[in-house]
């Protein structure tokens, strides 16, 4: 069975700081990884994916993940994070055919 | 092009009232799923159409859900006999079976469903 661990679940940064959000997935065959993103009151919008190919995957608003297998990682990351980022970032995980497994979810709480 | 739609947006019942819930995904999509968010539980898969296959019910929580897609697009989430357990945010997905695009989802914006 598949299952996903967001080691964090609130994460204050200030303004223009660096952030990294945590994701540990386990699966016992290859999966497709994403970070979905879901600002107040509004649905979920998908940031990234990594399928397969380069571990180094980049999103929308300067967001970017890296897939790490040994780890069982894909932690997302952003060097100077904006107020608008105030957000619940939530990572996925699924196999092709099925439905997605969600972490807990991570907010993200911006300050100036 | 349009996205995935909901509705309602918002329902408020009485408990034990029987609530439909309804999706439609976007045009093309041959998947379609829903799923539940509520607080301390996250998102939660509940149901999952893929064409004309058997729909995979193993999220259901209970025999009180139900779930029927018509014509392969519109989908319709039925509750029975509500609880106030079953109040949540019920999200909608649709997605275009690829290993390309390794089912990518697209959400709606989801039924706020409160049971008083």
């Known amino acids: 069975a598949q299952s996903v661990t967001q080691l964090d679940s609130q994460v204050p940064v200030f303004e223009e700081a660096p952030v990294e959000l945590r994701c540990n997935y386990s699966?016992?065959?290859?999966?497709?990884l994403f970070w979905y993103v879901q600002y107040p009151n509004q649905g979920l919008q998908l940031l990234l994916k990594?399928?397969?190919?380069?571990?180094l995957v980049k999103g929308i608003n300067g967001f970017e993940a890296e897939f790490n297998k040994s780890q069982t990682s894909f932690h997302l990351r952003k060097p100077s994070v904006h107020i608008s980022d105030t957000a619940e970032y939530f990572c996925?995980?699924?196999?092709?055919?099925?439905?997605?497994?969600f972490g807990k979810g991570t907010t993200l709480s911006v300050s100036s | 092009g349009a996205g995935v739609s909901q509705s309602p947006s918002n329902k408020v019942t009485e408990k034990g009232k029987d609530v439909e819930l309804r999706c439609d995904p976007i045009s093309g999509h041959t998947a379609l799923y829903w799923y539940r968010q509520s607080l301390g539980q996250g998102l939660e898969f509940l149901i999952y159409f893929q064409g004309n296959s058997a729909p995979d019910k193993s999220g259901l929580p209970s025999d009180r859900f139900s779930a029927e897609r018509t014509g392969g697009s519109v989908s319709t989430l039925t509750i029975q006999r509500t609880q106030q357990e079953d109040s949540a945010v019920y999200l909608c997905?649709?997605?275009?079976?690829?290993?390309?695009?390794?089912?990518?989802?697209?959400f709606g914006p989801g039924t706020r469903l409160t049971v008083l």
């Open positions: 699966s016992s065959v290859s999966v497709y």
């Open positions: 990594y399928l397969s190919g380069s571990t």
């Open positions: 996925a995980v699924t196999q092709a055919g099925t439905a997605l497994i």
């Open positions: 997905a649709s997605s275009f079976q690829s290993g390309r695009t390794g089912n990518e989802q697209f």
